[in-house]
C-alpha cells in the first residue's frame, strides 16, 4: 500500500521488484514516475489512485503478468512504452481527458482497447506486436497515425479511422 503522504512515485522506485504481486495506491499520488515499477514479472494486481495524472515513460514496461488494470478517469498522459511487454494485459480503455498515448508493443495478449475522445496520434510502433488485437476505433480527434503502428498485428479484423486522421504514412 502506497500512503497517503505519497504523491509520485519516482524513478525506477521499484524497478525489479521480481517478487512484487499487488499494488495499492492512495489517491494522494499523481504521478507515476519513469520505469517506477518495470520489469516486476510477477505484478498482477494494482489498484491506481483516481487522481493519476501521468503514467511516464517504461513506468509498467515488461510486468509480464499485468492482465488487467483501470485507468483513472483523471488521466492525461501515457509515456513511451509505459505499458509496453505487458503481455498477459487482455483489455484496455484509455480514459477520455488522455491526449497522448505511448506505444503497448508486445502487449500479446491485448484483445480490445478503447482509445479516448482527445487521443490526437497514434505513434510509430504503437500496437506493434499486439498480436491478438482484433478491431480498434479510432476516433475523431486522431490526426495522425505512424508508420508500423499495427505491425504484427496478426489477428487484426477491424480498423475504423475517424474523420480527423489525415495522415497514414
Known amino acids: 500500500t502506497i500512503l497517503d503522504s505519497v504523491t509520485e512515485i519516482c524513478y525506477g522506485a521499484f524497478s525489479r521488484a521480481y517478487r512484487l504481486k499487488s499494488v495499492q ?3 494522494s499520488v499523481i504521478t507515476v514516475g519513469l520505469g517506477a515499477f518495470e520489469y516486476c514479472e ?3 494486481g494494482i489498484i491506481l489512485s483516481d487522481n493519476i495524472v501521468s503514467i511516464e515513460d517504461y513506468a509498467f514496461y515488461h510486468c509480464a503478468q499485468l492482465d488487467n488494470i483501470t485507468l483513472p478517469d483523471n488521466l492525461t498522459t501515457i509515456g513511451i512504452d509505459a505499458f509496453s511487454g505487458c503481455s498477459t494485459l487482455s483489455s484496455l480503455v484509455i480514459p477520455d481527458k488522455v491526449t497522448k498515448i ?3 508493443v508486445e502487449c500479446t495478449s491485448l484483445k480490445s482497447i478503447t482509445l479516448g475522445q482527445s487521443v490526437t496520434e497514434i505513434e510509430l510502433w504503437t500496437f506493434s506486436k499486439c498480436e491478438n488485437l482484433t478491431s480498434i476505433v479510432i476516433p475523431d480527434s486522431v490526426t495522425f497515425i505512424g508508420q508500423n503502428a ?7 479484423q477491424s480498423v475504423v479511422i475517424g474523420e480527423g486522421v489525415t495522415e497514414i504514412p
Open 102 to 104: 505511448g506505444r503497448f
Open 25 to 27: 495506491m492512495s489517491d
Open 42 to 44: 510477477n505484478l498482477s
Open 150 to 156: 499495427f505491425e504484427y498485428c496478426y489477428n487484426l
